[in-house]
Nanobody, 126 residues
Framework: QLQLVQSGGGLVQPGGSLRLSCAASGFVSGYHVLAWFRHAPGKEREGVSYISTSDGSTNYADSAKGRFTVSRDNAKNTVSLEMNSLQPEDTAVYYC???????????????????WGQGTQVTVSS
């Protein structure tokens, strides 16, 4: 069993920055991708970014490109999401997730993920 514990988030003004972190514990070997999703009220859960545990390759949703940066620390089994230039439309509950799926497609599909963090609220408002 693997557990994901998130930290960070909160309230920030438009244009501000936040950093989210996600620490994995338990049976931490074997997963291939760590990802961040978000779920805003009235919208479907959306993939934001993901990073490979093997080669560190990353991918971002169009909404996150140029503003968000995903990083990992394999030794500490953590993944972080640095979010800059935040806007009200970034307001959502953010989740980290891991998948044991080893393919390269469908990694923004939440159904591919095996374990999820508890979620953390990010609110962007003046």
């Amino acid at each position: 069993q693997l557990q994901l514990v998130q930290s960070g988030g909160g309230l920030v003004q438009p244009g501000g920055s936040l950093r989210l972190s996600c620490a994995a514990s338990g049976f931490v070997s074997g997963y291939h991708v760590l990802a961040w999703f978000r779920h805003a009220p009235g919208k479907e859960r959306e993939g934001v970014s993901y990073i490979s545990t093997s080669d560190g390759s990353t991918n971002y949703a169009d909404s996150a490109k140029g503003r968000f940066t995903v990083s990992r620390d394999n030794a500490k089994n953590t993944v972080s999401l640095e979010m800059n230039s935040l806007q009200p439309e970034d307001t959502a509950v953010y989740y980290c997730a891991v998948t044991y799926y080893s393919g390269s497609k469908y990694l923004f599909d939440s159904r591919m993920y095996d374990y999820w963090g508890q979620g953390t609220q990010v609110t962007v408002s003046s």
